[in-house]
């Protein structure tokens, strides 16, 4: 039973990742159609990214009150609901009303399979299973592409996405039983990696308790930094991913198909580098391992600042990926052990909220800077974000009480 709920997450977080990278590919083809500025992308993004901040607030007082498997199976119906719309719209009006559901679905699935898999699995399956999500955001594309070089429109593309995840849905609405059975084992697999040490009547009576405020959240010691420290790691992925292409093309002076194949290393690097760190924590803690990453974003922000041109872009770029890898998955499986189980889903919460308002933030700051200033202030960018991340990581390692620490 404990293994097959492990396979259902897994395939639930290559399905979470499907749809994310959709909007980008088809969007080419989507605003001459509805006749709208190309721009216009960012508004249905932000009303996404609005909608995860939402679900991703309320994820502890849900999760208490209905479960891990209920608000995944709901959250999961509601974005397949939402991409289906999406097949069938034919206005840009449609596109913004639909993209309400779904951002509230996806921040919901988010957060709560993020605390589920800190609080009952093992370090390994945390990175493990954003890999898995790499693998989705990487498939979507294609299913994207085969719909559209097959004369069958972007909107067949969502509507392939929508099924698939509303046969996910099914799966996971007959799963339900496997999520109780699961959460009265307690930690199961994580073993000597436990880190609520508590028993399953133990996290029976943490989940009925009353959820807690924001204010509350906040006040915890080392909340604010972790915040502060997820905003900077999201922020600064969203920003190589979305201007890496460009720098390399105006400042580098690589041909655009070339940039854009250089590009794609940096998800390359984060995606081998997930299912290489599941392997990392058999020898690594989760502390070492952010330490680690970062310590590879900097060797790889140095390299771009390298005036070798292609070779130094290369490995800059398969370094920042690398070094990202880890320490998503980690700062979330690090979670329940900071702050304790009864509060993790709501610290997860937060820490997601904070993820989404600096990826939609600071990749239009660096916009800004490009356009005023220059885009080979890049790098620079990339490592005052880090440098900000790595005060913030360290001054919440410190805060924590003494029995929390590393």
Known sequence: ?????????????????????????????????????????????????????????????????????????????????????????????????????????????????????????????????????????????????????????????????????????????????????????????????????ESGMQKENTAKSRPLTLKQIIGIPGAKQIMITFFCYCALEQTAGLWASSYLTLHKGLSADAAAGLAGLFFIGITAGRAANGFLTFKLNDEQLIRLGQSLILLGVAALLLPFGESAAFLGLILVGLGCAPIYPCIIHSTPQHFGADRSQAMIGVQMASAYVGTCLMPPVFGLLANHISVSLFPVYLGVILALMILMHETMLRRLPGEKKL
């Open 1 to 197: 039973m404990f293994h097959l709920l492990l396979a259902i997450i897994y395939l639930a977080f290559i399905s979470l990742g499907l749809p994310d990278a959709l909007l980008g590919s088809a969007w080419p083809t989507m605003y001459a159609e509805f006749q709208v500025p190309v721009s216009y992308m960012g508004i249905i993004s932000m009303i996404i990214a609005a909608g995860t901040i939402v679900s991703s607030l309320l994820s502890d007082r849900l999760t208490r009150k209905f479960g891990t498997g209920r608000v995944t199976a709901v959250s999961v119906a509601m974005t397949a609901a939402a991409l289906f719309g999406f097949s069938l719209c034919h206005s840009f009006q449609a596109l913004c009303l639909w993209a309400v559901p779904y951002g509230l679905g996806a921040g919901g699935v988010d957060a709560s399979l993020n605390n589920y898999v800190a609080v009952h699995y093992a370090s390994r399956h945390m990175s493990w299973l954003h890999c898995m999500w790499g693998i989705g955001a990487s498939l979507g594309p294609y299913i994207m592409s085969f719909s559209l070089t097959n004369h069958r429109g972007w909107n067949m593309g969502y509507r392939y996405i929508s099924l698939m995840q509303i046969a996910l849905t099914a799966i996971l609405l007959f799963s339900l039983p496997l999520w109780e059975k699961n959460s009265e084992r307690g930690r199961g697999e994580g073993g000597g990696e436990e880190i609520g040490r």
